[in-house]
């Protein structure tokens, strides 16, 4: 009985975890990420005595761990640079990212054993929705009333929502990625069945929908949309509405009996969501955004530029993790109209810190994930599992084309959320592509 409870208890942490990471600037301050350190480590520990009191495995399933060798291989390059065995150009700030890298894979550690059952799988979905309804709301409330800074974190709003981060595009990308498990869940409740209803029918079901949790999880996504579009973010919005078309598209050929619904769910966050609701929060903004940007006036294409010298500099073991605001001012021909301490190009990063090498291996990693979504998607009977792999191929494409503009994998926040969703992926395809009537009698309790 202690073991259950202490297992629940570890899983209720973790749920926790996930809504507090971005409260505190988005954890993108030495002493947030220090407090999530400490979080985690006690977390990890918590498990440790589980794992001796109900005599179970430190670590899950093996294959879980085949599926994390890459970010065990991205620890040790970072340790091997840390102590100078590969060169870095700051050993510190290295050592800093090697500490995060550890911390992030006993995050994933602790997901892949704890989530182990679709009762607690779809909490976790939950709990990442309701994470970015709040922070949503908070943004969104704070730019309704005009406020030109936050009253409780105290950062600047210049015009645009940006939450509890520091940054707008780090909070576009966190409820981009908060809206696409939302998306996932409410597939995953949508009927597959095709039948033709009558009118008496439909107003039942649309009445029934209203009353139902399918109502307050659509409510929570149009608040995101709203957030979204009130960040100002040009490719936080167009990369997360192109990833949900394209993943749409994708699903009519890979989805195992596509819920009937889907097309028109897809088309009324495209019309009512973007167009409709947006409009009235803000959206003429965003337009006016895309239409003054200009490369003359942008810097961040300037500092992508100026970089790529570093990339053939460092091309092979990298420069080190986390030195790229050590090593650029050598190859910056000049000022720059704003401060800038990333590339601005995830991939660009990656690749002049880490070495082109391991970079690669991390992206064949990433798409080899996308392919077990498209895979669980395509064989598995639980809606569950399909829903959440769509939510989780939306969130890959949205990363990789966010990726190409800004820095978001640097943001503990969004890391966080994103490797959560990747675990998704893993958990969802660990479990049997058959199921019984049986089964959702039989779920284990949380």
Same mark, same amino acid.
């Not at 970015?132 to 709301?137: K, P, R, T, V």
């Not at 080190?320 to 704003?338: D, K, L, Q, S």
């Not at 391991?358 to 395509?378: E, G, S």
């Given at each position: #009985?202690?073991?259950?409870?202490?297992?629940?208890?570890?899983? %209720?942490?973790?749920?926790?975890?996930?809504?507090?990471?971005?409260?505190?600037?988005?954890?993108?301050?030495?002493?947030?990420?220090?407090?999530?350190?400490?979080?985690? /480590?006690?977390?990890?520990?918590?498990?440790?005595? @589980?794992?001796?009191?109900?005599?179970?495995?430190?670590?899950?399933?093996?294959?879980?761990?085949?599926?994390?060798?890459?970010?065990?291989?991205?620890?040790?390059?970072? !340790?091997?640079?840390?102590?100078?065995?590969?060169? !870095?150009?700051?050993?510190?700030?290295?050592?800093?990212?090697? /500490?995060?890298?550890?911390?992030?894979?006993?995050?994933? +550690?602790?997901?892949?054993?704890?989530?182990?059952? @679709?009762?607690?799988?779809?909490?976790?979905?939950?709990?990442?929705?309701?994470?970015?309804?709040?922070?949503?709301?908070?943004?969104?409330?704070?730019?309704?009333?005009?406020?030109?800074?936050?009253?409780?974190?105290?950062?600047?709003?210049?015009?645009?929502?940006?939450?509890?981060?520091?940054?707008?595009?780090?909070?576009?990308?966190?409820?981009?990625?908060?809206?696409?498990?939302?998306? /996932?869940?409410?597939?995953?409740?949508?009927?597959?069945?095709?039948?033709?209803?009558?009118?008496?029918?439909?107003?039942?079901?649309?009445?029934?929908?209203?009353?139902?949790?399918?109502?307050?999880?659509?409510?929570?996504?149009?608040? #995101?949309?709203?957030?979204?579009?009130? +960040?100002?973010?040009?490719?936080?919005?167009?990369?997360?509405?192109?990833?949900?078309?394209?993943?749409? %598209?994708?699903?009519?050929?890979?989805?195992?009996?596509?819920?009937?619904?889907?097309?028109?769910?897809?088309? +009324?966050?495209?019309?009512?969501?973007?167009?409709?609701? +947006?409009?009235?929060? /803000?959206?003429?903004?965003?337009?006016?955004?895309?239409? $003054?940007?200009?490369?003359?006036?942008?810097?961040?294409?300037?500092?992508?530029? $100026?970089?790529?010298?570093?990339?053939?500099?460092?091309?092979?073991?990298?420069?080190?993790?986390?030195?790229?605001? !050590? %090593?650029?001012?050598? %190859?910056?021909?000049?000022?720059?109209?704003? =401060?800038?301490?990333?590339?601005?190009?995830?991939?660009?990063?990656?690749?002049?810190?880490?070495?082109?090498?391991?970079?690669?291996?991390?992206?064949?990693?990433?798409?080899?994930?996308?392919?077990?979504?498209?895979?669980?998607?395509? !064989?598995? $009977?639980?809606?569950?599992?399909?829903?959440?792999?769509?939510?989780?191929?939306?969130?890959?494409?949205?990363?990789?084309?966010?990726?190409?503009?800004?820095?978001?994998?640097?943001?503990?926040?969004?890391?966080?959320? =994103?490797?959560?969703?990747? #675990?998704?992926?893993?958990?969802?395809?660990?479990?049997?592509?058959?199921?019984?009537?049986?089964?959702?009698?039989?779920?284990?309790?949380?």
């Amino acid at each position: #009985m202690q073991v259950s409870i202490l297992s629940r208890v570890i899983f %209720v942490i973790l749920c926790f975890m996930l809504i507090w990471v971005p409260i505190p600037l988005g954890s993108n301050r030495a002493w947030a990420w220090g407090l999530l350190q400490v979080l985690i /480590g006690l977390t990890f520990a918590l498990h440790l005595v @589980h794992c001796w009191t109900a005599q179970t495995a430190l670590f899950a399933a093996r294959k879980f761990w085949l599926a994390l060798s890459p970010l065990a291989l991205l620890l040790l390059w970072l !340790t091997l640079q840390s102590l100078q065995i590969l060169p !870095t150009a700051d050993a510190y700030q290295t050592t800093i990212m090697a /500490g995060k890298t550890l911390f992030f894979i006993l995050w994933c +550690s602790l997901l892949l054993n704890y989530c182990d059952s @679709h009762k607690r799988i779809r909490l976790l979905a939950i709990v990442i929705v309701i994470s970015g309804a709040l922070q949503a709301f908070y943004g969104v409330v704070i730019q309704l009333a005009n406020f030109d800074s936050s009253p409780i974190i105290g950062m600047g709003e210049a015009g645009r929502a940006r939450g509890s981060f520091v940054y707008q595009n780090h909070f576009a990308n966190y409820l981009a990625l908060s809206l696409s498990v939302a998306i /996932g869940l409410l597939i995953s409740q949508l009927s597959s069945e095709r039948t033709q209803r009558t009118w008496h029918q439909l107003f039942r079901d649309i009445l029934s929908t209203m009353l139902s949790s399918k109502m307050m999880l659509r409510l929570a996504m149009i608040l #995101m949309v709203i957030g979204l579009v009130m +960040s100002r973010s040009r490719m936080g919005n167009a990369a997360f509405f192109t990833s949900l078309i394209l993943v749409a %598209v994708l699903a009519m050929w890979f989805y195992k009996r596509p819920p009937a619904l889907l097309k028109p769910l897809v088309v +009324s966050i495209l019309l009512l969501d973007m167009v409709l609701v +947006s409009s009235m929060f /803000g959206l003429e903004k965003l337009q006016e955004r895309y239409q $003054d940007t200009s490369f003359v006036s942008e810097a961040r294409d300037e500092v992508v530029r $100026d970089s790529l010298p570093l990339l053939s500099e460092h091309a092979w073991t990298g420069s080190g993790g986390g030195t790229f605001y !050590t %090593v650029f001012p050598a %190859v910056r021909p000049g000022a720059y109209n704003g =401060f800038y301490d990333h590339a601005h190009n995830d991939y660009l990063q990656f690749a002049i810190e880490l070495g082109v090498p391991l970079t690669l291996l991390l992206l064949l990693w990433l798409i080899w994930l996308a392919f077990l979504a498209l895979q669980v998607m395509r !064989t598995h $009977d639980h809606k569950l599992e399909r829903g959440l792999s769509f939510a989780a191929l939306m969130a890959l494409l949205h990363m990789a084309m966010h990726s190409t503009v800004d820095f978001s994998l640097q943001a503990p926040a969004n890391a966080l959320l =994103f490797l959560t969703i990747l #675990m998704l992926i893993l958990i969802c395809h660990a479990l049997p592509e058959k199921v019984t009537r049986r089964r959702s009698s039989s779920m284990p309790s949380v």
